[in-house]
């Protein structure tokens, strides 16, 4: 057995959104119990309080990445069929600061507004709302912005291919820098509970 | 090291575990693979059923009506690729056919001058798990006689008549030319020899003069994917 199930002809169109809506009903539920459908929980990575968010992403890619490189490495997975989303830097980049202004004044991240709604939320709904109109807005506004939406486009690019590196020394430093980033993202929560104790 | 561990907080051995598995990965391969495992009962099975090649007129058929569920895959050089291929066909030369370019979920029909060099990359391909690879049945070869200079049958009954004409029309698709019949003379006269290629044949350019040329000139299509 060979994955990407899907690709290789396993199972259809139709299935694989049965699957998606499982994995989506899984990822919501981990979401929530996380805490991450508290808006408060969220927001209080800006203020460096509270960096779970930062460390359950940065868990969640480095398990997904391990699992993927030992499965292509077993043999069990064709990472040639894998999607890769093509990498638009300039589109991307001016993307993602929006999105991050969003999140701060929001308090939530699409996902998060989306598992927070979900329990009855009312800043859950709201943002909901607001992130519907602004999706079908983008859809309206989309062929004015062509010229942008195409900006720094590299095609589907990865690091190894990009930086020239194995595959495997690329895992091994995303690692490194996940761990790096764990223990400084808890040193930080330390110091900043230590200031609020002395303020008060 | 047993009392070192249980020092540890359950955080603590997750990141070591993170780090050491991220360290084995290092040595990690997961390029394409390049060993073939034959599984020879199945695959000589496919052979004499014949599931292991379209002939030259079917793929004319597919090519006329715009087929783009397939990929045509000349394994030829780029040279010879660049003095002829035929029509919507891409060049992936017989030493890279493995190398990745080539996508396990795609239908692929590979071709080269004679029927032996796809076989070849067939049987590869087969055996490192692509389950619809074809050839072209022999090949370039078959192409030049079969589709683009046909031959007029000798004493053809009307249904004969009828397949050569159709097989005319297609050969002036592809830019070819049919040729006369055998006629029997005082020496057994061998068709004239197909004359050799030159230029790509253009095409979708002579599709006006076909009826069933409407889909020639389509696009291949492509699943849209991502979120």
Partial sequence: MIAPLEKLGWFGDETSLVIAFLIGIGFGFFLERAGF???????????????????????????????????????????????????????????????????????????????????????????????????????????????????????????PDALGVPYGAVVFAVVVVAVAGFAGASWIERRMAARDAGVR | MRGWISKLTTNQRLAALALALGAIAIAATVGPQRTATVNAKELLTRVERGDDHVTPAELAVWIINGRADYRLVDIRGAQAFAAYHIPTAENVPLSQVADGGLARSDKIVLYGDGGIHAAQAWMVLVGMGYPRVYTLLEGLDAWKEDVLFPVAPANPGPAEQARFERAAQVAKFFGGQPRAAITAGPAPAQPVPAPPLVAPAPPAALAPGLPASSGAATPPKKKREGC
């Fill in chain 1, 37 to 159: 459908g508290s808006a408060k929980k969220l927001v209080a990575q800006f203020y460096l309080r509270d960096l779970a968010v930062f460390k359950v992403m940065f868990s969640a890619i480095v398990t997904a990445m391990l699992g993927v490189t030992y499965l292509a490495w077993a043999g069990y997975l064709d990472l040639s069929l894998v999607y890769l989303v093509p990498t638009f830097w300039i589109a991307q980049l001016a993307g993602g600061l929006l999105l991050g202004v969003g999140f701060v004044v929001g308090g939530y991240c699409p996902g998060t507004s989306i598992a927070s709604a979900a329990t009855g939320r009312i800043d859950g709904v709201v943002f909901v709302l607001g992130f519907a109109a602004g999706t079908l807005g983008f859809a309206v506004a989309s062929p004015l912005l062509q010229g942008v939406l195409g900006a720094g486009e590299l095609g589907p690019t990865t690091l």
